[in-house]
């Protein structure tokens, strides 16, 4: 059952409707509702429509400053704003610095730096999200969680020619690592997924494989907040990768320029 919206509920923590936002600010505000209208549509827009600049931030936090329009304003302008994002075409170090820290923040920035050494720098692609490309094919993506807490990083390597080096990858002590981060379908699957997967890889089966991006992944593999140790690891796999699209030539699904 979905959960009714109070001043608790975290925008971005459930799907919710416009009509159900404005029905929860009328009767919340009451009288007081058409006084802010303006300023409460103006919300509205920012959520539905510019890549929700107010993710992450409770509806009494949008309430208690419903009289002040400059905060507004600020929270749109941020730097992890969708059209903030899309006009400046912003640099992942710039998101990754004020808001991952420690040792998250420590191997986020190893990682740029190694796929900027590789002639494989992430460019920015969507909302929180960037890409690396080789051989004009994209080699991995990079997706940001900002509004969390602590701020989460995603790498998605593109692997679209495992199956090439498939011994390498058993001889190296990576095939747990992949079969452990293979993103798999759930009752809450969102996003474009039409249903679970039936695959194997690295001679493993699979019955619910996440079909969200599918045709363009061919096999989604997340790892989420990976650490020092990992990141060697993904290293590794896409050295691997782009070995086999120089030898073979790849015909890999990852094409979006």
Same mark, same amino acid.
């Given at each position: ?45 920012? +959520? ?6 107010f993710k992450g931030i409770t509806l009494k936090k949008i309430i208690e400053n419903r009289a002040n329009p400059s905060w507004y304003e ?42 900027? +050494? ?70 809450? *699957? ?30 989604? +593999? ?10 060697? *690891? ?19 699904? *990852?094409?979006? +320029?």
């Open positions: 059952m979905k959960a009714s919206l109070t001043e608790e509920t975290i925008i971005g923590s459930q799907k919710i409707t416009k009509a159900e936002l404005r029905k929860f600010f009328k009767e919340t505000l009451q009288n007081e509702y058409e006084n802010y209208a303006v300023i409460i549509e103006d919300v509205l827009k920012k +959520i539905f429509v510019y890549g929700t600049p600020e929270v749109a302008q941020s730097i992890t704003s969708f059209h903030i994002q899309k006009s400046t075409k912003v640099k992942i170090e710039d998101v990754i610095l004020p808001y991952c820290y420690g040792d998250r923040r420590k191997a986020a920035l190893d990682f740029v730096a190694y796929l900027r +050494i590789n002639k494989t720098p992430l460019k920015w692609d969507a909302w929180n999200t960037w890409k690396a490309h080789s051989k004009n094919k994209v080699l991995c993506w990079v997706k940001l969680n900002p509004f969390s807490n602590p701020t989460t990083w995603t790498v998605s390597p593109c692997l679209t020619n495992i199956n090439v080096y498939e011994d390498k990858v058993m001889q190296e002590g990576l095939a747990a690592l992949v079969w452990d981060n293979i993103k798999r379908c759930h009752p809450n *699957c969102y996003g474009v997924c039409s249903g679970a997967k039936n695959i194997e890889l690295l001679g493993k089966e699979f019955f619910d494989i996440c079909n969200e991006v599918y045709e363009v992944n061919n096999i989604k +593999i997340d790892f989420v907040n990976p650490n020092a140790i990992t990141i060697k *690891c993904i290293e590794k796999l896409l050295r691997l990768e782009e070995t086999a699209r120089t030898k073979k030539g790849s015909h890999d699904l *990852c094409n979006v +320029i």
